[in-house]
């Protein structure tokens, strides 16, 4: 069964610095994983998605995120952080030919805060 | 383009009534799902339709009914309402599981609260 593992809860930067977000995921078939972002009192918005062709991708906001197989990894990063990146963000699992019909399994969310 | 629009906004029910969450596509989405976020909990999937006539069980389906009678519409029916169903509810669409273009489009959200 798949599942995926946001590694913090809550994570806070400062205007201008590297962000972070840590997803790892467990599959038995070749995965698809995406990010969302959630907004304060928002619906939810895809910011990239991994479907086995380039193992580096690219969002949108100037967000990117590594499929590393190796270490069923797919981090969420960006070079500058902006306050208004400041959100909940989900890493969530799909398996492309899996008895479960394609169905999302979502992480439970890393909250990041940006300090002016 | 309206995409996936559910009603109400906000809910308050009283413990035992019944309330239907409506969702709606304008896609000609095959999928639809429903979705409940629990702070901490991340979104877990209540129910989902592959197709007009076909419903099957996520995974907390307790306390919920679906049915998919048109492409267009998936309603989410609670028969008696619990305090702990108590949550943010999202409906979600997208053409086809199972396909690497399997992107899932979001409503806005329904929040109910249950006293």
């Avoid at chain 1, 995120?65 to 959100?87: C, G, I, V, W």
């Avoid at chain 2, 896609?27 to 901490?40: A, L, T, V």
């Avoid at chain 2, 076909?54 to 049915?67: K, L």
Wanted: overall charge positive; hydrophobic content about 30%.
């Amino acid at each position: 069964a798949q599942s995926v593992t946001q590694l913090d809860s809550h994570v806070s930067v400062s205007e201008g610095t590297p962000v972070l977000l840590r997803c790892n995921y467990s599959s038995s078939y070749s995965p698809s994983l995406f990010w969302y972002v959630q907004h304060p009192n928002k619906g939810l918005q895809l910011l990239l998605k991994y479907t086995s062709a380039a193992t580096l991708v690219k969002g949108i906001n100037g967000f990117e995120a590594e499929f590393k197989k190796s270490e069923t990894s797919f981090h969420l990063t960006k070079p500058s952080a902006h306050m208004s990146d400041a959100a909940e963000y989900f890493c969530v699992v799909s398996d492309q030919y899996g008895g479960s019909q394609g169905n999302l399994i979502f992480g439970k969310g890393t909250k990041l805060s940006v300090k002016p | 383009n309206a995409g996936v629009t559910q009603t109400p906004k906000f809910q308050v029910l009283k413990t035992g009534q019944s309330m239907t969450l409506q969702c709606a596509q304008d896609m000609n989405h095959e999928y639809m799902s429903w979705y409940r976020q629990d702070p901490g909990m991340g979104l877990r999937l209540i129910h989902y339709s592959v197709g007009a006539g076909i419903t099957d069980q996520g995974e907390v389906p307790n306390g919920y009914n679906v049915s998919r009678s048109t492409t267009e519409d998936f309603p989410l029916r609670l028969l008696s309402a619990a305090p702990s169903q108590t949550s943010v509810y999202f409906c979600a669409s997208s053409y086809s599981p199972g396909l690497a273009k399997n992107i899932q489009y979001f409503g806005a959200g329904t929040r109910l609260s249950v006293l």
